[in-house]
């Protein structure tokens, strides 16, 4: 009996040891990235930047599939079934591994019980935007119109649930103020329209809005980050303004599906730990977007999704939002 036991440990021991040099050897084929968004769009861009660098680090090609549709769902979804060997990466964004959580009531994967976090990748600050002609010069102004006459004002988003729409909203819930939420369908045409005067505020990212303010027909009032934005360095944070502690950027991060072991999950980290936020041509690339290279350990971007999921389920609860 003794030496079946001692039989056991010595095989047990055995497999472990080849599973440990496999990992070791991590990797020795081509990695996949999964995108669950079409080409050129924020996620899709930086999720090349992020190929990129792990190919110059880890010294295997990196191939970026993109899966678009049903808000990254489709994407997020194949990512999450995939072999968990670590040959197959998600680059998702603060919708798709937390907003979706509570917008979608019939979510096929969940951001942290069907996968393991890498880490984050970028924060994307979101900037208040009015029409000039819109008597405020401060995001203060604005609330302050908007206190006077309840429902008067409004405001445009890409969509029902889209990050712009339920940060509007959680603002809105903060602050106490009724302004009429317009959706649309896509930034652009939001856009186009607080330019021409339809609508009066709007959120969005630093690269959709700060190129229009440059021109004079959008201002800025405020971005909803911890710190200053270096695109738009004069423009200050909701903080500055006086929205108490409102910090609620965008964000695109790293993740593999559940069971991937914890070695290849430390080896993808360190190597954008040492190759991403650290890199200068990086930080000025992610700059010309409007966005700013970051990194976590698993365990530190675990718990910030974690708190961005708790976060949003009061946004999409506040707005109503809800998806089939």
Request: charged share 15%; proline share 7%; net charge positive.
């Amino acid at each position: 009996m003794r030496n079946i036991k001692v039989w056991k440990a010595a095989v047990a021991a055995g497999l472990a040891a080849m599973a440990s040099a496999s990992y070791a050897a991590y990797p020795d084929k081509p990695i996949r990235i999964i995108v669950g968004f079409p080409a050129g769009q924020a996620t899709d861009v930086i999720a090349r930047m992020v190929g990129k660098s792990l190919q110059d680090a880890l010294g295997q090609p990196v191939i970026v599939e993109n899966k678009p549709g049903a808000s990254g769902i489709i994407g997020s979804e194949l990512a999450a079934k995939a072999p968990a060997d670590g040959y197959t990466l998600l680059v998702g964004s603060s919708g798709t591994m937390s907003i979706n959580t509570s917008l979608f009531t019939k979510l096929p994967y969940h951001p942290l019980r069907d996968f393991e976090p890498v880490t984050i990748l970028a924060n994307v600050p979101l900037f208040l935007a009015v029409n000039p002609k819109v008597p405020a010069q401060t995001a203060g102004d604005l609330l302050k119109l908007a206190k006077q006459s309840p429902g008067k004002l409004n405001y445009g988003s890409g969509g029902s649930g889209v990050t712009s729409h339920l940060t509007m909203e959680l603002l809105k819930h903060q602050q106490g103020v009724d302004i009429t939420h317009v959706p649309y369908k896509g930034s652009p045409a939001a856009i186009t329209d607080l330019i021409g005067g339809q609508i009066n505020a709007m959120i969005d990212t630093g690269a959709a809005l700060i190129p229009h303010a440059r021109g004079g027909k959008l201002r800025l009032l405020a971005v909803a980050s911890a710190e200053r934005n270096a695109a738009a360095p004069e423009v200050p944070t909701m903080i500055e303004a006086g929205m108490g502690n409102f910090v609620a950027p965008a964000w695109i991060g790293l993740a593999v599906p559940k069971g991937t072991p914890k070695e290849v999950i430390a080896t993808l980290n360190q190597a954008l730990a040492n190759s991403w936020a650290k890199n200068p041509a990086i930080k000025e690339q992610l700059a010309g977007m409007g966005a700013e290279a970051a990194v976590m350990t698993p365990e530190q971007f675990s718990k910030y999704i974690q708190s961005e999921i708790d976060k949003w389920a009061v946004a999409v609860k506040v707005s109503g939002a809800k998806v089939d």
